[in-house]
């Protein structure tokens, strides 16, 4: 599908969208510094052959969405002392929802990998009558005592190389995946290369990347609200996640009455294509469980 525009207040998003808009919407939301394309095409169409509308947007501040660039951009001290952020997680929640707006949806499967996971929290929580589930991938409470880093991460997240620097930016992606990514799966540097330059092409945001940083960051620990969260929802963890540690998902999990968590073995902090059947059976059977079968066609 051609990409498209929708604007939601001063911010206009980049979206696209898969399936026929007649079945029930499920909304997927990446992660920090991550743009929609971060969701392949082909997982996004394995999800509309199961029955959903499915809708990918880049988040304000990445890819063809708004560049907030008039905005300062946080330093590390900024970031580490959780001084007040541009921004926070809850504007880019009201983003979402300005988008289901857009596309005349009442409400939708939310669905959320990492930074986007806790977005998708957020939405459960602010705006619960416009979530028919959630699904909670790789992500965390907020709680600084779980998912978070393993310490030998911190040193490669810190690290920008120069934007106008392809093989740098080429071999921190590659070194970044050799730790964080999944083990127990087969990695596919081609479809990690193609991101990259695709999203470099698409346009690059290091200050969106900090932005959106500060907006985790400064976001108080949300389990105590989860707790009154009653969206049937699914959270999946890799038992491999270096990133965000698989504790942020036993966490959320915890958190949430009735929370299914589906651990898949040897996954690490991405989407390897071998365990698509475990991430999109997991969503499909936890969106399926929230609503009537009939609204859904046949998978």
């Not at 499915?54 to 969405?65: E, I, L």
Request: net charge negative; proline share 7%.
């Amino acid at each position: 599908m051609p990409e498209e525009f929708c604007s939601v207040g001063d911010v206009d998003l980049c979206y696209e969208t898969f399936g026929s808009p007649a079945d029930p919407a499920l909304l997927l939301i990446m992660g920090l510094g991550t743009q929609m394309i971060a969701w392949p095409d082909e997982f996004c169409a394995q999800l509309a052959d199961g029955g959903f509308f499915v809708m990918r947007f880049d988040n304000r501040d990445v890819g063809c969405s708004t560049h907030l660039d008039h905005l300062p951009i946080p330093s590390l001290a900024d970031i580490a002392l959780r001084r007040p952020a541009a921004y926070s997680l809850s504007d880019m929640a009201a983003d979402a929802i300005g988008l289901l707006d857009h596309l005349h949806v009442d409400a939708a499967h939310i669905v959320g990998a990492s930074m986007g996971g806790m977005i998708a929290q957020v939405i459960a929580i602010e705006h619960p009558d416009r979530a028919l589930s959630l699904a909670s991938i790789m992500s965390n409470t907020g709680s600084r005592l779980t998912g978070q880093p393993a310490l030998r991460v911190h040193p490669l997240l810190l690290q920008q190389p120069p934007a106008d620097d392809p093989q740098a930016q080429r071999d921190r992606l590659i070194k970044l995946f050799g730790i964080v990514g999944s083990p127990g799966f087969p990695r596919d540097d081609k479809r990690l290369l193609d991101i990259l330059y695709r999203s470099q092409e698409r346009g690059a945001a290091p200050g969106g990347v900090a932005r959106q940083l500060a907006a985790i960051v400064t976001c108080a620990n949300r389990a105590r609200s989860l707790r009154w969260v009653r969206t049937p929802t699914v959270v999946i963890h890799g038992t491999a996640d270096k990133l965000v540690r698989p504790s942020g998902g036993r966490a959320t999990a915890r958190a949430i009455p009735g929370a299914e968590l589906v651990l898949i073995k040897g996954m690490g902090h991405d989407l390897p294509e071998g365990a698509w059947p475990q991430v999109i059976g997991a969503i499909v059977r936890n969106a399926r469980g929230a609503v009537p079968s009939r609204d859904f066609a046949t998978a």
